[in-house]
């Protein structure tokens, strides 16, 4: 079992994001001829699942377009750094660590959401079913596993530590741990941790083995919301515009067909996927899979979906109040899902275009 990884500060991501603001070239003209442009994609996966890139391409909506697999990930954050460097040609993150990593003047726009949160696609903070911890002051001095610091999982965990009244030197004791998703319901069996964030197919498996309960879930916190979006570095949309809109709005035709399929097909064309693309996982977890949770139509992007983390990392002095904006995060441009008839000339082109 991997280690765990204790962080010498909650906000230990900010080193890491502090990298991304290299410099980058701008390119010449408005665009790289259609000839020119990159028709493969290079991305980080995510072990045991099937992101909505690999959904799409299976599905032919990427047409031309091919996906190249470089390794997999379990940090938002690090996958958007490495689409700020250029290592890969897109990464997604939780939307907090996007206005964090573009506070920093990283060179990279969102493009569409490809996560959320609804009934079925939620995160739980999960405790032993004989657990003394039963409200948000009994987690002071208590470790709580999650996949990454400084995203979705420690945002929701703020949140509900603060609307329960802890005060911010209480947030400080509670320790929040790096927990590899595939280890933390044994983390949490064996007592490493004593909360442990599950989501989806983990959550589900976990849930059907019994001996835990649920804490709180980010569903009870805040409803449906889309919570996570796709990046791509300023200089690959000016120069790869054609490839760019190929990609998202392959990407929101593969969520509007997960959206209107049968639960149980969806789930057979992943399962085909993981098959088919041999890189030695199991499928059984699939079986589980409920919904992506993307809110919005096609994945779409709205100044709501960041303003709400804009404000949580101003009050946690992340970022000052008035340092970003949300129009001038995101551009729905390449997004040309449902819009029959209307050339992409006639879309918004600034970031502030919605």
């Known amino acids: 079992m991997s280690t765990l990884i204790s962080p010498s500060s909650r906000r230990q991501f900010l080193t890491l994001l502090g990298l991304s603001a290299v410099a980058v070239s701008c390119g010449s003209g408005g665009g790289g001829a259609a000839k020119d442009q990159t028709k493969t994609l290079r991305y980080q996966g995510w072990a045991g699942s099937v992101i909505l890139p690999e959904l799409a391409e299976d599905l032919g909506f990427l047409d031309d377009v091919k996906l190249k697999w470089v390794g997999n ?35 990279i726009t969102a493009v569409i959401s490809y996560y959320g949160v609804d009934k079925a696609a939620y995160n739980g903070f999960y405790v032993l079913k004989d657990s003394p911890i039963h409200s948000a002051r009994d987690l002071i001095g208590q470790k709580v596993g ?44 064996q007592k490493q941790i004593q909360v442990g964030v599950l989501g989806d197919i983990l ?43 190929t990609f998202v709005t392959g990407v929101a035709r593969a969520i509007e067909w997960a959206r209107a399929t049968p639960r149980d097909e969806v789930i057979a064309r992943q399962v085909e996927i993981v098959k088919k ?42 970022i000052e109040k008035g340092q970003v904006k949300a129009s001038d995060l995101y551009t729905n441009e390449f997004n040309a899902y449902g819009r029959p008839g209307k050339s992409p000339a006639a879309e918004p082109t600034s970031k502030s275009g919605s």
Do not use: C
């Not at 958007?80 to 997604?92: C, H, L, M, N, R």
């Open 73 to 107: 990930t379990i940090s938002g954050p690090q996958d958007i750094q490495s689409a700020a460097t250029g290592q890969v040609d897109f990464g997604g993150a939780f939307n907090g660590a996007v206005v964090k990593l573009a506070a920093r003047k990283a060179p």
């Open 146 to 189: 999650m996949n990454t610091l400084g995203a979705h999982s420690e945002a929701m965990l703020d949140i509900y530590l603060q609307r329960h009244g802890l005060s911010q030197a209480d947030l400080k004791k509670v320790e929040p741990l790096v927990v590899p998703p595939v280890n933390t319901e044994q983390s949490l069996r």
């Open 203 to 245: 959550r589900d498996k976990a849930l059907q083995t019994g001996g835990i309960r649920p804490l709180f879930t980010d569903y009870q916190l805040l409803g449906n919301f889309s919570a996570g979006t796709y990046v791509v570095s300023d200089r690959f949309l000016k120069e790869n515009p054609d490839t760019a809109r």
């Open 277 to 318: 693309r041999g890189r030695n996982e199991g499928t059984a977890p699939l079986k589980y899979w409920k919904s992506f949770g993307v809110a919005e139509t096609a994945g779409r992007i709205t100044d709501k979906e960041l303003q709400l983390w804009i404000d949580w990392l101003a009050q946690r002095g992340d």
